[in-house]
């Protein structure tokens, strides 16, 4: 993991702490690397409650109840799903913040509509909000988006703590 994305996980765990909010995860293509920053800091058991790797959609919805209808109607790489998988990761885990990461990182898998490098990222707080962030990474191969979705993911994970309350 690079030092980068350890520093900018210290700097959140560092946050949470001092807010007494507590963090879960949701991922799908990013396969618990965003737990895996968190929990690379020393502490963090004090913020990080738990991590769901949903990377089926029967995971989807028996880990964090994403209806399955919403995963037929618009599919697993969705800004409705991903918006699901933060929500039902704040009530599964009964956390303040939860963030969650749905894609498709390649090198197969893509499509006309859903392309390799489409990435769905969403954070919950268990007041309600959900921001969602849509990114197109491109192709670059399968570690880069991966990596470039755990970035993104970590700054919603910072934007969270510019609101009121969870």
């Known amino acids: ?14 946050a949470y702490g001092a807010r007494g909010w507590r963090v879960a995860t949701a991922e ?10 968190l929990t690379e800091v020393p502490g963090s058991s004090a913020v990080f409650e738990r991590g769901f790797v949903t990377y089926s959609n029967d995971a989807k919805t028996e880990l964090i109840g994403v209806d399955a209808d919403l995963i037929e109607r618009y599919g697993a790489v969705s800004e409705p799903v991903a918006r699901a998988m933060a929500s039902g990761a704040v009530a599964a885990a009964r956390v303040e913040v ?6 498709v990182a390649g090198p197969g898998g893509g499509s006309e509509a859903k392309p390799v490098g489409l990435v769905h990222l969403a954070c919950a707080t268990s007041s309600g909000q959900v921001r969602h962030l849509e990114r197109r990474y491109g192709d670059l191969g399968r570690s880069v988006i991966r990596e470039r979705a755990v970035e993104d993911a970590l700054a919603l994970l910072r934007g969270a703590l510019a609101s009121r309350g969870p």
Do not use: H
């Not at 799908?28 to 920053?37: E, I, M, N, Q």
């Not at 939860?98 to 894609?103: E, K, M, Q």
């Open 28 to 37: 799908s293509c990013t396969g618990g690397l965003v737990a895996a920053a």
């Open 98 to 103: 939860a963030v969650a990461i749905t894609g």
């Open 1 to 14: 993991m690079s030092p980068a994305l350890v520093a900018a996980a210290a700097d959140l765990v560092a």
